[in-house]
């Protein structure tokens, strides 16, 4: 059966979402958003034109702290579930990550001037990894809850839409505002220090009204555990192994987090050397982000009335559009570029929120299978799919930038070849990879058919 607390708060396990419930969830993204957007945007190109790290080494400076993190996103999540269970919250966790990641997060981008461009790239790779492991103590908690806050497929969808839309919103912010704070600063160091240091405090305040917020109010709990630290450590793996739908939509997830990734990490250098201007990033992100703000509730009513299925299908193919179009900048820059990447815009919004909105019911559809609850755990391997997958988008965007000859160090001019390997990584590569993931999208509905169905949840 499922467990619930004992001291169970106000909404019930079925019950409507509460409005202060939904606030204090969402408020969790303005953390897991802005550490999610801002090195996936600006590491890199901190690395090559900043320190002054070639493309083929700022490639394993950004990879090999992700590596190390896949490997600790599953031992996280079990430690989330033992939580869970024996205190009827994840807050432990959630609380260490929140005060610790903002430090860390301001230390990555504060690498020494006077020492050498290979001891600076060590700085910013183990303080990026510091923090990534500092972020993973709370996204895979926090990632875990909706599971346990309501056990009703439809209100999943409007916490999750919630979520999202304060995802985007960060991510608009953030993304927009970050870079903008840097230039504003003159750049170089202290630009970087300054912009780390104004997202760093947007991060606290949200992780920290999310984990005495939802953190404290769940209705569920995690089941007891099956056994030691070690086989509690292989849940998420043994979720992946029994639950079908839950293996293919970690897949799908995988290859859209990829797309995503790769076009956010490219689009600093197509704002630079495309466009010819810099700052144009901050319109780049504008047209992107802006979008999905409008937009979130017409995913979540579409959820709602056709299923979660066709509604990630029409993301998928609107974002595949998009990229195609954004090909034609290898001939004809110019700002016409911002109408595709707002109509890519639009796509993320459902492609971040309907994916999460069915991991909830994974983790049930798991339960029904594997005999107990493993929120945690899944979650713990669903976050080190999404960390992973996220850390390959610069490197993919690095290496297509090794690959066409592109000259580190904020050299001016860039060859032909390099100028098409900015396009194709900002265009192509992410269209190919949506399109990737339209058939496993379909296989989820074959697979579950309830995520084909209308959603019975009132809507957002």
Known sequence: MTSTRPDAAPEAAGAAPSGSLLASYAAGSLGTGAFGTLPGLVLAYYLTDSIGVTAALATVLVLVPKLVDVLAYPLIGALSDRASFRRGSRTGLMLGGALALPLLFVATFAAPTGWSTGA??????????????????????????????TDDSGHRVTILAWRVAVLAGTILLVGGGGPAVRDTAGGGPTGYILMAAAVAVVMLLGMLWATFGAGRRTVLR??????????????????????????????????????????????????????????????????LIAPALIVMPWWTNLAHKRGKVQALTVATLLFTAAGLLLVLAGWMPGAWVHLPVAM?????????????????????????????????????????????SMALGPVVVLALLAVGGFESGGVAEQSDTARWAIVLGFSLVPALLTALSLPVVRALGREYPRWTAPTTGATA
């Open 222 to 287: 995690a089941d007891a555990p099956a056994g030691g630290l070690a086989h509690e450590y292989r849940d998420g793996i043994d979720a992946l192994r029994v639950t079908r739908p839950f293996r293919l939509l970690v897949g799908v997830f995988c290859l859209q987090a990829v797309a995503t990734a790769v076009m956010l990490a490219g689009g600093q250098y197509v704002a630079t050397y495309i466009l010819g201007d810099e700052t144009a990033l901050t319109g780049l992100f504008l047209a």
């Open 120 to 149: 600076a790239g060590l700085w910013v790779m183990g303080f990026f990894l510091l923090a990534s492991l500092a972020y993973s103590c709370f996204q895979v908690p926090y990632l875990a809850l909706p599971a346990e806050l």
């Open 344 to 388: 890519a815009g639009v796509a993320y919004a459902g492609m971040q929120a309907l994916p999460m909105s069915m991991l909830p019911d994974a983790t049930d559809l798991d339960r029904e299978l594997g005999g107990r609850r493993r929120s945690g755990a899944m979650s713990g391997l669903w976050t080190a799919s999404e960390t992973g």
